[in-house]
């Protein structure tokens, strides 16, 4: 299984920003989807961005135009730069791993804690 590690929550103002990274580990070469979800208390955890090996993205509708995914496949690390944040937007994010057939190879990692408040 590949394990991830997320990084760069915190803390920020409405209309702030924060940048997010996921470093994934043990794929041995099997990664071709990185993913960010997200879940905040008392809901489902949800879609937010994705990125396939050679940078096609897609975005769920809440993000779109405000958060970017890009990716360093050769760290195997992926990134969401978040702008613009919102109040709705604080929740634990987590990152994923899948294959080219698009099967999941992570164990959910620690999620990292994105808390948007004046």
């Known amino acids: 299984q590949v394990q991830v590690v997320e990084s760069g929550g915190g803390l920020v103002q409405p209309g702030g920003s924060l940048r997010l990274a996921c470093v994934a580990s043990?794929?041995?070469?099997?990664?071709?989807?990185m993913d960010w979800y997200r879940q905040a208390p008392g809901k489902q955890r949800e879609f937010v961005a994705t990125?396939?090996?050679?940078?096609?993205?897609d975005y769920s509708d809440s993000v779109k135009g405000r958060f970017t995914i890009t990716r360093d496949n050769a760290k195997n690390t992926v990134y969401l730069q978040m702008n613009s944040l919102k109040p709705e937007d604080a929740a634990v994010y987590y990152c994923?791993?899948?294959?080219?057939?698009?099967?999941?190879?992570?164990?959910w990692g620690q999620g990292t804690q994105v808390t948007v408040s004046s």
């Open positions: 043990g794929s041995d070469g099997r990664i071709y989807f």
């Open positions: 994923s791993a899948r294959s080219r057939s698009g099967d999941y190879l992570v164990n």
């Open positions: 990125i396939d090996s050679l940078g096609r993205t």
